[in-house]
């Protein structure tokens, strides 16, 4: 099986200092790997430059196209790269609105990921919005509200929404349940489960919650200060850590 | 179906000034189709770390460990992942789940994840928890509200949901009461009966007996203790 992501040597500084050095790993079609460190490990800098939001100093980022097969995406061209993020890859932001156009109805915003891929007829659009607004659990009658007019954890709904109605195959998360309350975050964290099992997705997920992970991703990546320290399955990493570093992470965790 | 050789395992604790504990040595057992092995031994003599390991949730330092025709002790995440979902299942003691989330759904999504289409896996779901005398008015709500006894039957049935060809089951009849416990042997002796290779720790004697074809004593597979 070809990998849908294949990272090698990707580096990134900034001036002396390190962002992230030394990455490489393979990730195939339906699988979720968290990313987990403290703040400044590098998971951010790392993630920017997975989804070329960020230009790396070294290495590749070789993603499985449609049409050519496995290509650079550090090389590509950047209109190439532009049309692979409004296709084939999104992008879930912390903050629902750096990823939404707060002044753009929720039918307006998930329609627009719509026409930047050349859909054109109205009533199509209209309706696959209000597919995808209820299946992120929002009712149609808030299609023509504003995003200002939600709640955040309905926000971070909206910026879903938005993101999957291209049938992305590769969704990239920064932080997704970061600064919801738990309980709207274990809704969300229910119908990203969901989403990814019915729509076979392949996600990369940054956080920093353990917890988190545990329920969401298949494969875990430690970082610590820009360098990868423990790789695995979730659960083997988080019940039997091997670095020392992670050991201290797991063993800090608060129980409940 | 499982075959565990010379297998060994221990664990360094770098924050405690890097302590190395060796949990295991020169593990070997073999379990067939059909066949039902329990592991016996003190509690700390490692059966559950066996167990663990053999699911690919603990590493292991060396030896192999082959469930089909997958070595779990060098296998990638993902194989390991594929292994999981159609070959091996495990019963916990513990019941982790995503709160919120029905105990319907909870029971189906070993289905959901194979590919039963949605109303099959809730309908074998359904039947599953019904056998296991869950109310059916508790199958709307989660899981983590229910005692004890009922997590452990709603995990039951998770585990039994996909019938996998080999099963690892730790304590599966503690905390149940008598009609329950007869329920679940009576699955476990059909998982036998359909050629499920199965591993299980049990503390209830009078089960283990009635269920399992053989022992494993883990004692002998514990560094110092092995006599």
Known sequence: ?256 | MISVENVSKNFVLHNQGGTTIPVMAGASLHVAKGECVALVGASGSGKSTLMRMIYGNYLTAAGRIMVGDVDVAQAAPREVIALRRRTLGYVSQFLRVVPRVPTLDVVAEPLLLTGTGQEDARAQAAELLARLNIPERLWGLSPTTFSGGEQQRVNIARGFAFPYPALLLDEPTASLDPTNRAVVLGMINEAKARGAAIIGIFHDHAARDEICDRQVDVTHFTPGLAA
Not at chain 1, 99 to 107: D, F, P, W
Not at chain 1, 178 to 207: E, F, K, P
């Open chain 1, 1 to 256: 099986m070809t990998p849908l992501l294949q990272v090698e040597n990707l580096a990134k500084f900034y001036g002396a200092r390190i962002g992230c050095t030394d990455v490489s790993f393979d990730l195939y079609p339906g699988e979720v790997m968290g990313i987990v460190g403290e703040s400044g490990s590098g998971k951010s800098t790392l993630l920017n430059c997975l989804a070329g939001h960020l230009p790396p100093d070294r290495g590749a980022v070789r993603f499985d196209t449609r049409t050519d097969g496995l290509r650079d995406t550090v090389t590509m061209s950047e209109p190439e790269r532009r049309m692979l993020g409004r296709t084939d890859w999104a992008f879930v932001h912390q903050h629902a609105r750096d990823g939404l156009r707060m002044n753009v109805s929720a039918g307006g915003n998930v329609g627009e990921r719509l026409m930047a891929v050349n859909a054109r007829h109205y009533g199509d659009i209209r309706s696959s919005a209000i597919d995808w607004l209820g299946r992120v659990e929002i009712t149609p009658d808030r299609i023509d509200d504003r995003p200002t007019a939600f709640s955040g954890g309905m926000q971070q709904r909206l910026q879903i929404a938005r993101n999957l109605v291209t049938g992305p195959r590769l969704v990239f998360m920064d932080e997704p349940t970061g600064g919801l309350d738990v309980s709207v975050q274990a809704r969300l964290l229910d119908l990203l489960r969901n989403l990814v099992r019915d729509m076979g997705l392949s996600a990369i997920i940054v956080t920093h919650d353990l917890a988190v992970v545990r329920l969401l991703a298949d494969r875990l990546m430690v970082m610590k200060d820009g360098h990868v320290v423990e790789t695995g399955l979730t659960d083997q990493v988080l019940d039997d850590p091997q670095h020392g570093y992670t050991q201290l992470l797991v063993s800090s965790v608060l129980q409940v």
